[in-house]
């Protein structure tokens, strides 16, 4: 008998700790989202990231500066690099042609989103073709009343 409840206790702590470490592990929820409308947001973020692979496609610093948070950095297979020092080497990148498509927007919280999405596209960076199609992921977090990227990163495509 005393086999018995052991067996039964020992079942019934480790069954316990089982599903602690499940719900631990499991989301129980997703982020929360702002309180204006979620769609909405998810429109403009992503309207937001096509502009920026605009003014990068026409070469607008300026443009392209004023969507980026100071300090931004971004990756890809050239490593890790400092969004300001990127900008003057926009016009080293010529692209004929892009689009992005399986845009989706992830929510942190009520002021950070990560947009990602497949880019496809054509052209050249310092005289070598671009990476196509790249997956590619940009952080924005809401910075007073203005939406800015702070983190940008790009993967090639398995071929």
Do not use: C
Request: hydrophobic share 45%; no cysteine; glycine share 6%.
């Amino acid at each position: 008998m005393k086999t018995a409840v052991w067996t039964l206790a020992i079942l019934a702590l480790t069954s316990g700790a089982t599903t602690i470490a499940q719900d631990v592990n499991e989301p129980t929820q997703q982020a929360p989202r702002p309180a204006a409308s979620a769609n909405t947001l998810d429109k403009a973020l992503i309207a937001n990231e096509r502009k920026l692979n605009d003014l990068v496609a026409k070469g607008d610093q300026a443009g392209f500066l004023a969507l980026i948070a100071p300090g931004a950095w971004s990756a890809d297979a050239g490593g890790f690099m400092k969004v300001s020092d990127f900008a003057p080497l926009m016009s080293q990148l010529k692209l004929s042609n892009w689009t992005i498509t399986d845009e989706k927007v992830s929510w942190v919280d009520a002021t950070t989103a990560i947009v990602t999405y497949k880019w496809t596209g054509t052209g050249t960076f310092q005289g070598q073709p671009v990476d196509s199609p790249t997956y590619a992921s940009t952080v924005w977090t809401k910075k007073g009343d203005k939406w800015l990227a702070v983190y940008h990163q790009e993967s090639a495509a398995r071929k």
